[in-house]
């Protein structure tokens, strides 16, 4: 789950489904909140993390929302990251995904941490092999990187991410390399 002022995004993997609430959050009295139901688009597709971005910056009237989110194609145990784009046209929600595959799989990943920038702008993925940095906007991988250039020893296995303008701070267990 994941959210800013833009939006709200919950991913339920026994349902296949994103539940998304979008801004404006106003009671239903002053006309309500738009809430959106956007299916998976497949059932091989088990989602780790989500990270919402908001309202996209190229939306000129606030209906073109954005997230992110990490996941695995179960059958080969491909990771991947996907960029999920939520158009609003009289409160019926439109969406579209970007995916890119993160490596060949062959290994499941357990610990698949999606965090956003401050700006909504760039995407940050931490796992326990690699890490990437994902401009949202170009659908563009900047980084891919495996976890022995980042983390201080191959055991380590991130839990938490938290994600501004210029920096990151990840929280999760080491263990040492023997």
Same mark, same amino acid.
């Given at each position: 789950?994941?959210?800013?002022?833009?939006?709200?995004?919950?991913?339920?993997?026994?349902?296949?489904?994103?539940?998304?609430?979008?801004?404006?959050?106003?009671?239903?009295?002053?006309?309500?909140?738009?809430?959106?139901?956007?299916?998976?688009?497949?059932?091989?597709?088990?989602?780790?993390?989500?990270?919402?971005?908001?309202?996209?910056?190229?939306?000129?009237?606030?209906?073109?929302?954005?997230?992110?989110?990490?996941?695995?194609?179960?059958?080969?145990?491909?990771?991947?990251?996907?960029?999920?784009?939520?158009?609003?046209?009289? %409160?019926?929600?439109?969406?579209?995904?970007?995916?890119?595959?993160?490596?060949?799989?062959?290994?499941?990943?357990?610990?698949?941490?999606?965090?956003?920038?401050?700006?909504?702008?760039?995407?940050?993925?931490?796992?326990?092999?690699?890490?990437?940095?994902?401009?949202?906007?170009?659908?563009?991988?900047?980084?891919?990187?495996?976890?022995?250039?980042? $983390?201080?020893?191959?055991?380590?296995?991130?839990?938490?991410?938290?994600?501004? %303008?210029? $920096?990151?701070?990840?929280?999760?267990?080491?263990?040492?390399?023997?």
């Amino acid at each position: 789950m994941s959210v800013n002022d833009d939006m709200f995004v919950s991913a339920s993997n026994a349902f296949s489904n994103f539940a998304v609430i979008l801004y404006p959050f106003r009671s239903s009295s002053a006309g309500g909140y738009i809430q959106c139901n956007v299916r998976y688009g497949t059932s091989d597709r088990f989602v780790h993390s989500v990270a919402v971005a908001g309202i996209a910056k190229d939306s000129t009237n606030g209906t073109h929302f954005i997230f992110v989110f990490g996941a695995e194609k179960m059958s080969t145990k491909t990771p991947y990251v996907c960029i999920t784009h939520v158009n609003v046209t009289n %409160s019926t929600c439109n969406s579209t995904y970007q995916c890119t595959d993160m490596g060949t799989g062959g290994f499941h990943q357990e610990y698949f941490l999606i965090g956003v920038d401050t700006n909504g702008t760039f995407a940050y993925g931490f796992t326990d092999s690699f890490v990437f940095k994902l401009d949202i906007y170009a659908n563009n991988i900047i980084i891919n990187v495996t976890t022995s250039s980042v $983390w201080p020893s191959s055991g380590f296995i991130p839990h938490a991410i938290d994600v501004a %303008s210029t $920096w990151a701070v990840v929280a999760g267990y080491g263990y040492a390399d023997e």
